[in-house]
């Protein structure tokens, strides 16, 4: 079945500092591609997507590029802030039987500290 | 204007009882779902409606029974409540059918589920 990996938190990082968090995935077909945040206390929002091969999704200046070769969807953000810190989801929609499933990594905790 | 909300943000009860969970959207969406997140932020989908009819059972055991009385609620009934059921348990909705299976689904805050 359909899964996604992605490197295991908490990521501590500085203000200002690069930000990678690695995502990989496997799926029959060609399922489109979601990065997730959920904030202390809040639900899921959605962060960018990409919906084919070689789609880069990007807001608020995160990035991800869906890489079928590789089957990966890596977040990277140049220039990360306090006010990122949160858990990261990376996840896969599939279609099952007329239903839209997502399937979603791990998550990631980000800490970025002054 | 709440998209997607759900009711109550907190429940604690005893072993033993039934509970519900309510999930509005005013998206105009026609699929809803609820996932279940451990405590480990571990999240799984549990059920999937299309237009009021099932379309994904995630293996749930038959204690949680959703009901969908209109395309914009799904309720989600849980019977005989254990201690593994405590979760915090989000309700999201998106738009399907045709070619729109890549659509992005939109949350509720969460419900947080403690079982004493």
């Known amino acids: 079945g359909d899964s996604v990996t992605q490197m295991e938190g908490p990521v501590t990082l500085s203000e200002e500092a690069f930000l990678t968090i690695n995502c990989t995935y496997t799926?029959?077909?060609?399922?489109?591609l979601f990065w997730y945040v959920q904030y202390p206390g809040e639900g899921l929002q959605l962060l960018l997507k990409a919906t084919k091969a070689d789609d880069k999704g990007s807001n608020k200046g995160f990035e991800a590029t869906y890489r079928k070769e590789t089957t990966s969807f890596h977040l990277e953000k140049g220039s990360v802030q306090v006010s990122d810190s949160a858990v990261y989801f990376c996840a896969l929609s599939g279609l099952t039987g007329g239903g839209n499933k997502l399937t979603f990594g791990t998550g990631t905790q980000l800490k970025v500290e002054l | 204007d709440t998209a997607v909300s759900q009711t109550p943000k907190y429940l604690v009860t005893q072993m033993g009882n039934d509970k519900s969970i309510k999930c509005e959207q005013n998206l105009g969406h026609d699929t809803m779902y609820w996932y279940k997140q451990d405590s480990k932020k571990f999240l799984k989908i549990m059920f999937s409606y299309n237009n009021k009819e099932l379309i994904i059972n995630e293996t749930v055991p038959n204690r949680f029974s959703p009901k969908s009385p209109d395309k914009a609620h799904l309720n989600l009934h849980i019977n005989s409540l254990e201690l593994g059921d405590s979760a915090v348990y989000f309700c999201?909705?998106?738009?399907?059918?045709?070619?729109?299976?890549?659509?992005?689904?939109?949350f509720g805050d969460g419900t947080r589920l403690s079982i004493l």
């Open positions: 999201a909705s998106s738009q399907e059918g045709g070619d729109n299976s890549n659509q992005p689904q939109h």
């Open positions: 799926a029959t077909g060609y399922p489109s």
